[in-house]
């Protein structure tokens, strides 16, 4: 699950406060929001099989910020003007476990694609980000390193629309768009190529990865506050694998270069 949760859950969950719907933010003071909700994805990153997990949805902010989530990373807007948003952030990148394991699924079996191709362990990311506001449409570039774990280079491009619709109850807020991973030669390196000894023991073909453009696709959020505390958050993506990750033996012989995301979270703000 290396940037799942941060894909496709972090645009959402940025506008997930139902206080955030129905008016502005306190600039100071703790938030504290928890819940939980079920995303079904693929098994592993390039993978046709899928799994439904059940996921914590817990984060944490202090004014307008500080925050920190499993999905969101933590961070801390060094500059935060009304169209500006920069500063470091930090994330988890979950491992990958060759013999298909994953902590959160609750559906399906374990993959075997994995088997021989040995374990990318949990990977600290380092980085900063930046939004940047015109109108409707926000534009966002994150640039990470991992400390351990992959030890690559990840950044992650996007752009949003984002907008309320009213239907005569609560508003519905939405924000949809493209985005784009790019990644370094170790990071493909790390999920994608195929060694001599892996080739041996998987049954791949030997393979080099090298970095690039990693996937193109788009997301989608819509959030329903069901009252000035609870919300429930709907989240649905796509994105298609190129470059050298499209081409590796793993996806191109025992998954898909094609990627869906589905889920549903319910929030409570203290």
Do not use: C
């Amino acid at each position: 699950m290396k940037a799942l949760l941060a894909a496709i859950l972090a645009p959402a969950l940025l506008f997930a406060s139902p206080a955030a719907a129905q008016g502005p933010q306190p600039a100071e003071g703790w938030r504290i929001t928890a819940g939980a909700g079920a995303l079904f994805t693929p098994a592993y990153e390039g993978d046709d099989d899928y799994r439904l997990r059940l996921l914590p949805n817990i984060k944490i902010e202090y004014g307008d910020r500080f925050f920190a989530s499993v999905q969101d990373g933590l961070g801390y807007r060094v500059i935060n003007e009304e169209s500006l948003r920069v500063g470091p952030i930090a994330r988890i990148a979950f491992a990958r476990n060759e013999d298909g394991s994953e902590p959160f699924a609750i559906t399906g079996e374990r993959t075997t694609d994995l088997i021989g191709l040995g374990n990318v362990a949990t990977t600290a990311e380092l980085g900063a980000f930046a939004e940047v506001d015109f109108g409707p449409l926000t534009a966002g570039l994150e640039a990470r390193y991992g400390v351990n774990g992959h030890n690559g280079f990840v950044a992650d491009a996007s752009l949003r629309y984002s907008g309320v619709a009213q239907f005569g109850g609560p508003p519905l807020i939405y924000s949809f768009g493209p985005r784009m991973t790019i990644v370094g030669d170790d990071y493909n390196d790390a999920y994608f190529s195929v060694t001599p000894v892996q080739s041996f023991a998987s049954g791949l073909p030997v393979f080099d990865a090298d970095g690039g453009v990693q996937t193109v696709g788009a997301g989608a959020t819509a959030i329903l506050p069901l009252t000035r505390r609870t919300s429930l958050v709907a989240v649905a993506g796509y994105d298609r694998f190129v470059g050298d990750a499209g081409d590796a033996p793993l996806i191109r012989l025992r998954g898909s270069r094609n990627q869906a995301t589905v889920g549903v979270f319910f929030g409570y703000t203290f």
